[in-house]
């Protein structure tokens, strides 16, 4: 059985993997297999929150886009600076997802930091602050 | 008895000349056997008859004396019973007036006492059902307002939903990333 690693190593070693670019696919082979052989798989929405903080610290943003239409040139423009200006990186991520339920506006995660300024989260928000 | 003696000292008396006595016609020794015999009488009557006649008088004055002693106690007794029994009637009746005005007072007392005891239990009903009408009518105000701002939202995505296009999400977009610069 695996010595047990602490949450914060297991981070630093995939993060710095992941940045140098050094064998990408077999480091989140050793990840995947490490958790299931520690019986911690419960652990990896934090352990991949952690890495993502790690990337970020390290210049690489991975960034997750909803909105309720395609996005033009120049509003994905107008995402990567407002990234730029909160994480100073050098290699953004978009990740892009078309959600109509969203209605309008979008909504922003990066590590970190989160903006939601669709109408969906605006309308529950007027619902849940006004509710008497 | 007395006509006997006369007629035996008549007889009997040696003859004298005339005199005061015959002039007037007593015989002087009929007249000393009156005399002694009176007193003979008299003496009888005084040692015999008199202290039994007094003494039966004495004795039926002491009975008329103690009857009217008895009768004057007998009507100081009544006369006393009755002012005593007058002096219970007054403290009767004066106790019975007390026990009255008592009965009357604590009466009263009772009365006002249920009646201010009545007044607060209806002034707390009243303010109980007044507090649940006011928390009643604030929980259908917060209903209504909770179903108008459902409505409202609900309406507010129905149109939305329809109004908005690409062109507008972008400009939606573009103002809220300004925001945050």
Known sequence: MAVKLSRRRITHYVADNLATGTDVHNTLMQLAGYLVDTRRTKELDVIVRDIEYALAERGLVSARVVTAFKLSYVTRQAIEDVINSRKKSHDIQLQHVVD??????LRLDI???RLDTTLAHTLSTLRTNYKK | ???LLTQFAAA???P???GIFEALGINWQMLILQIVAFIILVWLLGKFVYPWLMKSVDERKDTIEAANKAAHEAQDAAANA???I???LKKARDDASEIVATAKLESAAQLSASEDKAKKRAEQIVTTAQSEIDKQILAAKAALHNETLELVALATEK???KVVTARIDDSLIANSLKAVE
């Open chain 1, 100 to 105: 109509p339920a969203v209605l309008g506006g």
């Open chain 1, 111 to 113: 590590p970190g930091f």
């Open chain 2, 1 to 3: 008895m007395s006509n």
């Open chain 2, 12 to 14: 009997n008396a040696p």
């Open chain 2, 16 to 18: 004298v000349g005339p």
């Open chain 2, 82 to 84: 009755e002012a005593r």
């Open chain 2, 86 to 88: 007058e002096k219970l």
């Open chain 2, 159 to 161: 149109v939305v939903g």
